[in-house]
């Protein structure tokens, strides 16, 4: 047991679309992550998307909907088998929550990130 500095881990790297697992949960990884840009459409089948905005502020688009602002203090989860994108204008501090060993492309065609322990 330890506390954990969430902006201690994220100065840690300057990659976007890279989480890096911080703390296992059950059998989750709690993961950080900072993004720029659009990630790709994709679905994950057997588990939802957790995001939680530490700093800053991205869209989710949900396909078929309306994007989604979710800001510093927010979370958004996406239901399992719902194709969407996360993106932000500028750079924005995320953690994350997904099942180990569960790839954070889903099922786009972009090789997953390595998540790497931090």
Excluded at 50 to 65: A, P, R, T
């Amino acid at each position: 047991m330890q506390t954990i500095n969430l902006n201690d881990k994220l100065s840690m790297f300057d990659s976007h679309w890279d989480p890096h697992v911080v703390s296992n949960y059950n059998n989750n990884e709690v993961m950080v992550v900072k993004f720029k840009g659009e990630f790709p459409y994709h679905k994950h089948d057997t588990t939802d998307d957790f995001f939680l905005v530490l700093e800053g502020e991205m869209e989710m688009d949900i396909e078929g909907e309306a994007p989604r602002k979710v800001r510093a203090g927010e979370m958004f989860i996406v239901p399992q088998g719902v194709v969407h994108r996360p993106r932000a204008k500028d750079e924005v501090k995320v953690l994350l929550i997904e099942p180990k060993g569960e790839p954070n492309s889903g099922d786009a065609d972009r090789v997953p990130a390595p998540k790497p322990h931090i």
